[in-house]
């Protein structure tokens, strides 16, 4: 059998509420992980597990400072040999950030899965027990290896570079809505049908041995209208970097364009995604990024691109370089 440790840092998969019909009102994060894990009779059969509680909050309290922890934790137990595979119970609201966040830093070919639950642990139903088993199964099995971090949810295996949270309440949340799941797990076994294209953990550039500390990039949202006094407030507040989620293909007016030039003096870098819940932002198609010196983001949403502009702001400043690793990631 598979050695698997689990890692516990809270969430609804963690919650408890007043009620077992209660799903959205509950109290996040209160179970410990030895609790949640000890009700999983079935997992004696499938692998040797051991458990670790890195945090307990709300995944609306994630922080940079828990992600590094985190991922130091993570990256010191992969490199043990008797360790085959790491799941991470999280909470969903910023469980996608954080799988994609791993998925970067992680210089491992070992599985590393993250889960969580649309219903807290009390609810009749809760789906907590058996995206936690079919977590555990993942981890364990040969065929998820070197495919990067997984997030794995409702019997699907996603992609975390791909994957997001797509309803504010049903199980079947997330979802990678036009590129698809990577393959389902049923009946104790993974199914595969695609591969992550773009690199990740073991064939990335970025060590997290030598990151301290994370910049600080800011997300701000297109809109009929906007002034720029966000993008104005964010570059007065020290940030290294804005994401502009965009009218569709990254677009913005053109006085936004010249707030943005603006703050490019102050060494602020732009990577321009999308509004949109899906689709390519194309470099130099509805705005001219090689005029004003922008970023195109690929298919990654803002809250994605914002993880990987602050750990390529951690290597370079030179536009073109960073235009390079959104091709590459």
């Avoid at 807290?120 to 993942?138: C, E, F, H, K, Q």
Wanted: charged letters at 20%; hydrophobic letters at 40%; aromatic letters at 6%.
């Amino acid at each position: 059998m598979k050695n698997i440790v689990i890692l516990g840092t809270g969430g609804t998969i963690a919650g408890v509420s007043q009620s077992s019909t209660v799903t959205t009102s509950y109290n996040s994060a209160i179970l410990p992980i030895d609790d949640i894990v000890a009700k999983l009779g079935p997992i004696k059969n499938i692998a040797n597990i051991k458990t670790e509680q890195i945090t307990q909050i709300d995944s609306a309290d994630m922080t940079h400072e828990i992600w590094l922890k985190l991922a130091k934790r993570v990256a010191a137990l992969l490199n043990q040999p008797d360790i085959d595979g790491v799941v991470i119970t999280h909470g969903t609201d910023t469980l996608e950030e954080t799988a994609y966040f791993l998925n970067l830093v992680l210089h491992s070919t070992k599985p590393v899965v993250l889960v969580g639950a649309m219903r807290p642990a009390t609810a009749v139903s809760s789906d907590g027990p058996m995206n936690l088993y079919n977590a555990i199964i993942l981890a364990s099995s040969p065929s998820a290896q070197g495919k990067g971090v997984l997030v794995a949810l409702n019997n699907t295996i996603n992609c975390s570079r791909d994957v997001t949270k797509t309803n504010t309440a049903l199980q079947d949340t997330f979802k990678a809505p036009e590129l698809g799941y990577l393959g389902y797990i049923v009946d104790d076994y993974s199914h595969f049908y695609r591969m992550p294209t773009r690199k990740h953990t073991y064939m990335t550039e970025f060590d997290i041995n030598t990151i301290s500390e994370l910049p600080q990039v800011d997300i701000i949202y297109g809109y009929v209208g906007d002034r720029g006094t966000l993008v104005e407030s964010a570059a007065a507040n020290g940030t290294s970097g804005i994401i502009y989620a965009g009218l569709g293909n990254g677009n913005m007016s053109n006085n936004i364009k010249e707030i943005f030039k603006r703050v490019q003096d102050n060494g602020v870098v732009i990577v321009r995604s999308t509004r949109v819940g899906n689709g390519l932002v194309t470099r130099n198609g509805a705005v001219n990024d090689d005029l004003y010196k922008f970023i195109a983001s690929d298919t990654l949403n803002p809250q994605k691109a914002r993880i990987l502009l602050m750990l390529a702001l951690t290597k370079t400043k030179d536009v073109k370089k960073i235009q390079d690793i959104f091709w590459t990631y």
